[in-house]
């Protein structure tokens, strides 16, 4: 009912910038939060960033200075600007969303997952 749709993966050399969004559809009343993670292959999936409703903001270490991330609430999307990519940043990166949906149950958070978009970065 609920669905993430990632886009603005691509190949892209060190150095070099990507801005990824992704944008929710469906039955829903509010988003609490909004972020990215990402896996590489024979790696466990991490974070690497999250924005709440509020516009707090957290970050992995690993790209904290050169990622960041938003969020635009009235459209329910999230972007991830990347820059100064390095080629460890190669992975899938999954878009996710705690919300719920409806407001008889807007205490209550679910989650939902986007199928991933893949970064590559050449050395």
């Known amino acids: 009912q609920v669905q993430l749709v990632e886009s603005g993966g691509g190949l892209v050399q060190a150095g070099g910038s990507l801005r990824l969004s992704c944008a929710a559809s469906?039955?829903?009343?509010?988003?609490?939060?909004m972020g990215w993670h990402r896996q590489a292959p024979g790696k466990q999936r991490e974070l690497v960033a999250a924005i709440t409703s509020g516009g707090s903001t957290n970050y992995a270490d690993s790209v904290k200075g050169r990622f960041t991330v938003s969020r635009d609430n009235a459209k329910n999307t999230v972007y991830l600007q990347m820059n100064s990519l390095k080629p460890e940043d190669t992975a899938v990166y999954y878009c996710?969303?705690?919300?719920?949906?409806?407001?008889?149950?807007?205490?209550?958070?679910?989650?939902?997952w986007g199928l991933g978009t893949l970064v590559t970065v050449s050395s």
């Open positions: 996710n969303a705690d919300y719920s949906s409806s407001w008889l149950s807007r205490n209550r958070y679910l989650e939902v």
């Open positions: 469906g039955k829903i009343f509010s988003i609490n939060a």
